[in-house]
């Protein structure tokens, strides 16, 4: 999991987003307004709304990264078992899970690179510090 998530305001620009995830080397942005988290924004999201252009450019739309991202995301809490967690992932289609506490405060962020770093030397991997529990939009928690 890690724990220093960079984050992204739904106000800033499609493509000033786009160039810190180049920069920083990643391919999901948690969205966060007002300390609540309200979306995520993946490469794909960006990619699938751009054009390429004659040298393989990206060239990214004059949007908000509030109308890309995917708002009220699947989200999982540090209670959550890892194996679990990689079930719903696979399951959902996802390659990141925000992490957030009881009290909805975004503390880190699982990826599918996450858990494959798992399985590259069983003798080194150790286990998340973190067990998780995922709540969504159908769950009982979000009813409340």
């Known amino acids: 999991m890690t724990r220093d998530v960079i984050v992204a305001a739904p106000e800033l620009s499609l493509e000033a987003a786009w ?3 180049q920069r920083k080397r990643i391919r999901h942005l948690p969205v966060v307004s007002q300390g609540a988290l309200v979306g ?9 709304l751009s054009t390429s252009g004659p040298k393989g ?4 739309p004059d949007l ?3 109308e890309a991202m ?3 995301p699947v989200v999982c809490d540090p209670e959550f078992p890892v194996g679990e ?8 289609k996802i390659d990141a899970l925000p992490v957030v506490s009881s009290t909805g405060a975004l503390v880190g962020l699982v990826t599918s690179t996450d858990l494959m770093l798992l ?4 003798d080194e991997a150790k286990p ?4 998780y529990r995922v709540f969504g939009a159908d769950s009982p928690e979000a009813v409340a």
Do not use: F
């Open 119 to 122: 399985l590259i030397d069983w």
């Open 57 to 60: 450019e990206v060239h990214v």
């Open 128 to 131: 998340l510090p973190y067990s």
């Open 40 to 48: 995520i924004l993946s490469d794909r999201d960006v990619l699938l």
């Open 85 to 92: 967690l990689a079930r719903v992932m696979t399951e959902r």
């Open 64 to 66: 908000k990264v509030g």
């Open 70 to 72: 995917t708002p009220a």
């Open 19 to 21: 160039r810190i995830m």
